[in-house]
């Protein structure tokens, strides 16, 4: 009879064992592997996604630029009625696929309860729970892929270039660890501040870009890397994002796999008066999606969450719209051959201070290098020769740090200069169309400028493109 009980005590233990092994291996095990490239061509037909600015940010009126004030009482994050089942149907309304959720923004405050910090959810006044995990959860239930967008700049740790150390590269992997383990499969990490143009951030000489890529494939193989690295770098992305708001555009030539993300109210997180504000329209939303599909490259519209945790009415009823105005394309067999952007495209100037700053960086997609005309210059132009005519209607350019008062575009039609359009104050980001024209050479002309602090103005961007 002992021999029975002990028996029967062993095989308890046994399969309590097992239970406990499968359930801890199973969000490996239910992922098959596929290739890289599969992973890639998967994701871009997708087509279509809502990225959600919610955090912090939303609770700070003083926020810089959408940037929370580091090290604050975590009982400043204070929803009281986050509603993400209300988020993923006006998303399917609208007919997105996949969604990108703000996990941790550059202030370092997790929508999570981390192990390895107190600056988190936990620590809030909110008291309804994880919300990344009723972000995924509401999504899946509406049949949308879950991604996670995560910020390795992180100013309450001090997670910065030349600040980096062992232990910072370790806390930044254990949140990544975290994510991936704790919420099934995601599509996606969305990372920003790392080897960004804008904050304090670590670079790649601070943290190469394997340390964080491998780790994440180390957990889910399928989970695409995607970096807001500002540059058309395949070697520090998996897929390049476009950024939108500051004058980096898909280009008209674009094959790289790539996602671009716009707002549709005016910034990235809310702020009082959204509810009542402008949005963007469903017809710009509907050409800039359909523009961006047919250059290889995702669309992932903002919607931000006010600070009660819903969206506004004016969003969801937009959304709603969108969806019943969009008819995505048809899905991709196969990615495109890679090709650098504005390929045979020619560019010349009235001059250029310096060998870092030629004429050829505005058509570059990389928002580190710039264009920058000398002090005697008095025409101050940058001109694109495309070698042959090319149907245009649209100009987004942007300028680093300002200094371009007044500027206007032009094209060479019948041997004269025909205005386009004018533009003042260029900073971020200008994206304004114009009436459809057939030209080979078109150019910038900065009509107005001013030295800022004791240089020229410099232009990020000259991107034309027909919508």
């Not at 092994?21 to 969000?27: F, L, R, S, T, V």
């Not at 596929?34 to 994701?43: I, R």
């Not at 998996?238 to 993300?261: K, L, M, R």
Request: charged share 25%; with cysteine; aromatic share 12%.
């Amino acid at each position: 009879m002992k021999y029975f009980y002990n028996r029967i005590l062993l095989i308890s233990i046994s399969i309590i064992l097992f239970s406990c092994g499968e359930k801890k291996d199973k969000p490996v095990e239910v992922e098959k592997v596929t290739s890289k490239e599969q992973a890639v061509l998967d994701f871009i037909n997708q087509k279509f996604g809502m990225f959600i600015h919610f955090n912090m940010s939303t609770f700070q009126e003083e926020a810089t630029g959408g940037w929370a004030t580091p090290n604050v009482d975590p009982k400043i994050f204070a929803p009281t009625n986050v509603d993400c089942n209300q988020w993923a149907k006006a998303a399917k309304s609208a007919k997105m696929n996949y969604a990108v959720f703000t996990t941790k923004h550059h202030d370092g405050f997790c929508l999570w309860d981390s192990k390895v910090t107190d600056y988190d959810i936990a620590n809030s006044t909110y008291q309804g729970g994880d919300i990344v995990k009723k972000y995924a959860d509401a999504f899946r239930k509406e049949g949308i892929k879950v991604g996670l967008y995560f910020s390795v700049w992180d100013r309450t740790h001090e997670i910065e270039h030349d600040k980096i150390t062992e232990e910072k590269i370790q806390f930044t992997k254990d949140q990544l660890t975290e994510l991936l383990t704790n919420y099934g499969k995601v599509e996606c990490i969305v990372i920003d501040g790392w080897g960004s143009k804008w904050g304090k951030g670590p670079d790649f000489e601070d943290i190469p870009y394997a340390t964080l890529a491998d780790h994440i494939h180390s957990i889910q193989p399928n989970c695409l890397v995607i970096n807001h690295s500002c540059r058309t770098d395949l070697d520090v992305t998996q897929v390049v994002h476009y950024e939108a708001t500051h004058g980096q555009h898909c280009p008209y030539d674009n094959t790289i796999p790539s996602q671009q993300g716009p707002t549709i109210q005016p910034k990235w997180f809310w702020e009082k008066g959204n509810e009542n504000g402008p949005l963007k329209s469903v017809k710009d939303i509907k050409e800039e999606l359909n523009f961006a599909n047919a250059h290889y490259s995702n669309y992932l519209l903002n919607a931000a969450p006010n600070a009660i945790g819903l969206m506004d009415d004016n969003v969801v009823e937009r959304l709603k719209e969108v969806g019943a105005s969009i008819t995505l394309s048809a899905p991709l067999a196969a990615l495109p051959e890679l090709k650098p952007v504005h390929q045979g495209v020619t560019v010349r100037a009235s001059s250029y201070s310096n060998d870092n700053y030629k004429p050829e960086n505005v058509i570059d997609c990389d928002l580190f290098t710039r264009w920058q005309y000398t002090d005697e210059d008095q025409e101050r132009w940058v001109e694109l020769d495309f070698g042959e005519p090319k149907v245009f209607n649209r100009v987004i350019c942007g300028a680093y740090r300002g200094g371009i008062e007044a500027f206007k575009v032009e094209a060479l039609v019948d041997g004269q200069w025909k205005l386009l359009t004018t533009g003042t104050s260029l900073r971020n980001n200008f994206n304004r169309s114009f009436d459809e024209v057939n030209a080979q050479k078109y150019r910038l002309v900065i009509t107005e400028g001013h030295k800022f602090k004791k240089s020229n103005p410099m232009l990020a961007e000259f991107t034309l493109v027909k919508y």
